[in-house]
């Protein structure tokens, strides 16, 4: 798959084909979709949320630009899937899920295969982690009206923000890269059209339709 399907569309960085070579997806799916693993889709995860489709992955975790060594955010740990290739290459990965269940579900994954270097947490990742700020790097799996400026004032000084943003509605949007060159300033290119599910909270979308409502909230 990676050679086929990631390699061909574009991907070349070694360390990120390597991580990706090196994290079981299977591991990560639902036992009824362990037989699509290997295929180049996003797939059904609990509580209405996708395992992103590998070469997105893949492309999300190549735009942030790593060397190994960094800590690095995730917002939308889902089932834990992108949050291991990203710990295949940094040092530390920090992750916050929204649902409950998702989150609890990915640690234990996330132990089974061994990646002790990556803390899950359960919360709204549009206000970040600031105990672990700021990050050399973060990236978002969910597309929001705009980039919470949480996030940015959460970058170290050099660091890389990957996120979906798109205004229009909640499925779909560009994939930024925003670097910050400065304490104050920010450098924003556009990557590619995307579709991701939606980024719900204080600075994404409100949670206002039935489906963006954790279950586990009360
Ligand atoms: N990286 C994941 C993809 C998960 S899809 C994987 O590899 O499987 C995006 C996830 O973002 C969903 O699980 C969704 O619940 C979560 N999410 C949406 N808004 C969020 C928020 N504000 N904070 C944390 N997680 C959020």
């Not at 949320?49 to 070469?55: G, L």
């Not at 700021?134 to 004032?153: N, W, Y």
């Not at 994939?175 to 990557?191: K, M, S």
């Amino acid at each position: 798959m990676v050679d086929r399907q990631i390699a061909h569309r574009g991907v070349h960085a070694p360390l990120v084909l390597d991580a990706m070579r090196n994290v079981p997806r299977e591991a990560f799916l639902p036992p009824d979709l362990r037989e699509f693993a290997y295929e180049d889709k996003p797939l059904p995860i609990e509580e209405g949320q996708t395992i992103s489709q590998p070469y997105i992955v893949a492309l999300m975790v190549e735009a942030l630009l790593l060397e190994g060594g960094e800590t690095v955010l995730e917002i939308g740990t889902g089932s834990g899937y992108a949050a291991a290739v990203v710990a295949k290459i940094a040092k530390h990965v920090y992750t916050i899920e929204r649902y409950g269940q998702l989150a609890v579900k990915a640690a234990e994954t996330l132990a089974a295969e061994g990646f002790d270097n990556v803390h899950v947490l359960h919360g709204d990742g549009t206000l970040g982690w600031p105990e672990h700020a700021p990050f050399d790097a973060i990236v978002v799996a969910a597309g929001g009206p705009r980039v919470p400026e949480t996030l940015k004032q959460q970058l170290k000084i050099g660091g890389r923000l990957v996120i979906p943003v798109g205004a229009a509605d909640r499925r779909t949007q560009e994939l930024l890269r925003i670097t910050r060159v400065a304490q104050d300033e920010f450098q924003t290119e556009e990557l590619l059209d995307v579709r991701f599910v939606p980024l719900v909270g204080e600075e994404g979308w409100t949670p206002d339709r039935p489906d963006d409502q954790p279950l586990d909230s009360n």
